[in-house]
């Protein structure tokens, strides 16, 4: 019983504390004449967003341009974590490699990408879009699939049309491309900049649960004439993941929070929107309230998500 009161003292503290909060900063917006509320967000944004996963018009409402911004969050952050998750395990299973050189440029790349600012290396990277590839109408042919240029990179996709659907090609026309999906450079520099910086981080999460993993199991292992690749993944990987999924959730939240630096290179991501939101509207606090009420709701998912995989990796006692 005791405990329970101090839970309910401990809660009605933090519910008074947040009336108080909401209150007195409604009475000294009133005082300074600063419009409060919600209901701008069903009046007209009246902008544009450059790049959206649905249709948007400047005639759409605030609601519309945050959910536009929302998923393009989205778009970066969960590619970015299967990149991540890709090239930071192929980092950490090479930090163990024999070959010495393997070893040693996986350990470069970690201690290079891991030390040098997210900023300062998505800026790198969209000056490399610009300045390194070509105009776009004469971009790269990567496979004889894909187009790459300043402009952005076009990929083969699925298209609709009176005949049902089909592939759709991308097509150098002047200095834009027509038809495929078209990635542009901004959506590009973010994805790479979370991708490359966020692996050096999981490659060390990586390496230290295979580290944790016994000797003595990779010795049982190499007795009953296992391969190199057959011990990391028959033995190794299903007990290091144990070790390895808690930190890596922590990493997965990283990259998703870190999305937010789009806004240096002109993505428009929930940030960017809330901040054009802010300046036409003026509503400071609730614009802020909005964007940490996205986030959070996009971190506890992935929290969920982890801890359900944490469940089902985790040793179990009998």
């Known amino acids: 019983m005791r405990g329970w009161l101090w839970r309910a003292l401990a809660l009605l503290f933090v519910a008074a504390f947040l009336i108080w909060l909401s209150s007195n900063t409604r009475t000294n917006m009133t005082a300074r004449g600063i419009q409060s509320g919600f209901d701008f967000l069903l009046q007209p944004a009246g902008f544009d967003i450059g790049e959206h996963a649905i249709a948007f018009e400047s005639s759409d409402d605030y609601a519309r341009a945050f959910w536009v911004g929302m998923l393009n969050t989205l ?81 083969p996709w699925l298209a ?4 049902g659907w089909h592939w759709s090609w991308p097509v150098a026309e002047g200095f834009s491309y027509s038809g495929g ?66 930190p890596l959730a922590s990493q997965y939240l990283n ?27 003026g509503r400071a606090v609730e614009c802020i309230a909005i964007v940490m009420a996205l986030y959070l709701l996009i971190s506890l998912l992935t929290s969920a998500l982890m801890n359900l995989w944490n469940s089902r990796v985790a040793l179990k006692e009998r």
Do not use: H
């Not at 609709?160 to 005949?163: C, P, T």
């Not at 979370?194 to 295979?210: C, H, K």
């Not at 993505?267 to 300046?279: C, E, I, K, R, S």
């Open 255 to 281: 990259l998703t929070k870190n999305s937010s630096l789009a806004v240096a290179v002109g993505y428009p991501d929930v940030v960017a929107v809330a901040g054009t939101a802010l300046n036409q509207t």
């Open 181 to 246: 999906l078209v990635l542009s450079p901004e959506y590009l520099t973010v994805l790479v900049g979370l991708v490359f910086y966020t692996a050096a981080f999981v490659a060390e999460v990586v390496r230290s649960g295979i580290a944790a993993v016994p000797r003595g199991q990779i010795e049982a292992a190499q007795s009953i004439g296992l391969s190199a690749a057959q011990q990391m993944r028959l033995v190794v990987v299903p007990q290091a993941l144990r070790v390895i999924v808690p």
């Open 75 to 155: 778009r970066v952050a969960v590619p970015g974590i299967v990149g991540a998750t890709l090239l930071g395990t192929w980092l950490g299973v090479a930090r163990f490699s024999s070959n010495a050189l393997l070893r040693g440029l996986a350990y470069g790349y970690v201690e290079l990408f891991r030390n040098v600012p997210l900023l300062v290396q998505l800026l790198l990277w969209y000056v490399l879009m610009l300045e390194a590839l070509p105009e776009g109408a004469e971009p790269w042919s990567v496979g004889g699939m894909a187009l790459l240029s300043r402009v952005g990179l076009a990929l």
């Open 160 to 163: 609709q049309d009176a005949q």
